[in-house]
């Protein structure tokens, strides 16, 4: 259902009466905000044509770009998805968490072709988080992008959320800020294993059950999300592998190069991964010509901010 876009947002606190509310809009083919570990996801039934529709108008987003679904439980997955030996192995390891997965679609699953973009594939997870895992529970599996305009800076909190998108939606689930504060790992499992974005599950985490993983080969058309050259853009431009800020700039330090904020004063990639976008929206609202960073390590949880920090800064259409 169109999201009014003279609606006023309600913002609900994620407890017992907030997440039933929210189920209830979402039941009635609304779309909600809600938090995941990662980042703030933006919900819609991922049964409901209407409700998908909802979703990419309220993002601005290319429907040409496939959405993941969130589901309460393996179980739920499987009955929407084809899943390999390889597969059920990854789940069994690493849900509820940050990974998706890209799998055969299951012919009846009754899973919106929007979300798919047409593909006959389709991209599943199993969040971390309780008060998204109650939702789930409550409304069924939800089509879920993060929650902010496309293209944009993802949202780690309501706050964001609400600056984003505040009256484009019905609602946001308020549960405070997201302890991972980067998006999913996404693996393809349609042929050999593929890392189609890295995230919040580090690579080697993976390689080490499953073995290598594949390069995604590049294509016009995503197969899944994440994968546009420009994403995750501060309004401000991003200057990567800064030492200092030439003048007008505003610095994200990291480690030993200190700025105007720090991601990991003391070079932690976990703790820089979920101060990323916290800080990039604050840096955003400051009166400055651009956003100098300093380098980051690329191992582990490093490769999903470089990723995010590349495609900020990358030439914009």
Same mark, same amino acid.
């Given at each position: 259902?169109?999201?009014?876009?003279?609606?006023?947002?309600?913002?609900?606190?994620?407890?017992?009466?907030?997440?039933? +509310?929210?189920?209830?809009?979402?039941?009635?083919?609304?779309?909600?905000?809600?938090?995941?570990?990662?980042?703030?996801?933006?919900?819609?039934?991922?049964?409901?044509?209407?409700?998908?529709?909802?979703?990419?108008?309220?993002?601005?987003?290319?429907?040409?770009?496939?959405?993941?679904?969130?589901?309460?439980?393996?179980?739920?997955? +499987?009955?929407?998805?084809?899943?390999?030996?390889?597969?059920?192995?990854?789940?069994?390891?690493?849900?509820?968490?940050?990974?998706?997965?890209?799998?055969?679609?299951?012919?009846?699953?009754?899973?919106?072709?929007?979300?798919?973009?047409?593909?006959?594939?389709?991209?599943?997870?199993?969040?971390?988080? !309780?008060?998204?895992?109650d939702l789930l529970?409550?409304?069924?599996?939800?089509?879920?992008?993060?929650?902010?305009?496309?293209?944009?800076?993802?949202?780690?909190?309501?706050?964001?959320?609400?600056?984003?998108?505040?009256?484009?939606?019905?609602?946001?689930?308020?549960?405070?800020?997201?302890?991972?504060?980067?998006?999913?790992?996404?693996?393809?499992?349609?042929?050999?294993?593929?890392?189609?974005? !890295?995230?919040?599950?580090?690579?080697?985490?993976?390689?080490?059950?499953?073995?290598?993983?594949?390069?995604?080969?590049?294509?016009?058309?995503?197969?899944? !999300?994440?994968?546009?050259?420009?994403?995750?853009?501060?309004?401000?431009?991003?200057?990567?592998?800064?030492?200092?800020?030439?003048?007008?700039?505003?610095?994200?330090?990291?480690?030993?190069?200190?700025?105007?904020l720090n991601l990991?004063?003391?070079?932690?990639?976990? +703790?820089?991964?979920?101060?990323?976008?916290?800080?990039?929206?604050?840096?955003?609202?400051?009166?400055?010509?651009?956003?100098?960073?300093?380098?980051?390590?690329?191992?582990?949880?490093?490769?999903?901010?470089?990723?995010?920090?590349?495609r900020a800064a990358?030439?914009?259409?």
């Amino acid at each position: 259902m169109e999201q009014d876009q003279r609606n006023v947002t309600k913002v609900l606190q994620a407890d017992a009466t907030g997440v039933a +509310e929210a189920a209830g809009l979402l039941r009635a083919g609304h779309v909600v905000a809600f938090p995941t570990e990662t980042v703030y996801g933006l919900g819609g039934s991922a049964m409901n044509d209407r409700a998908v529709a909802a979703i990419y108008a309220a993002k601005d987003r290319p429907s040409f770009n496939p959405l993941i679904v969130h589901v309460a439980l393996l179980a739920e997955a +499987e009955k929407l998805a084809k899943f390999t030996e390889q597969a059920r192995a990854l789940a069994d390891a690493f849900w509820p968490g940050p990974l998706t997965m890209v799998l055969p679609m299951r012919a009846g699953s009754g899973v919106s072709s929007l979300l798919r973009a047409g593909l006959d594939s389709v991209a599943v997870r199993v969040p971390a988080h !309780p008060a998204a895992l109650d939702l789930l529970g409550a409304a069924g599996p939800l089509a879920a992008p993060s929650a902010n305009p496309s293209g944009r800076i993802s949202a780690t909190s309501a706050q964001h959320v609400m600056k984003g998108l505040g009256g484009r939606i019905a609602a946001v689930l308020d549960g405070g800020p997201c302890q991972v504060g980067v998006e999913s790992t996404i693996v393809g499992m349609i042929d050999a294993p593929t890392l189609l974005r !890295p995230g919040g599950l580090p690579r080697e985490k993976i390689e080490a059950l499953i073995g290598s993983l594949a390069a995604a080969v590049r294509t016009d058309r995503p197969n899944a !999300p994440g994968q546009l050259d420009s994403h995750y853009a501060p309004h401000l431009p991003v200057r990567l592998n800064a030492t200092d800020a030439a003048p007008g700039e505003v610095m994200l330090g990291f480690g030993p190069i200190t700025g105007d904020l720090n991601l990991s004063e003391s070079g932690d990639l976990s +703790e820089a991964a979920a101060n990323l976008f916290r800080m990039l929206h604050e840096l955003d609202a400051r009166v400055a010509t651009a956003i100098a960073v300093a380098p980051v390590p690329n191992h582990g949880i490093g490769h999903a901010i470089n990723d995010r920090l590349k495609r900020a800064a990358a030439e914009r259409g």
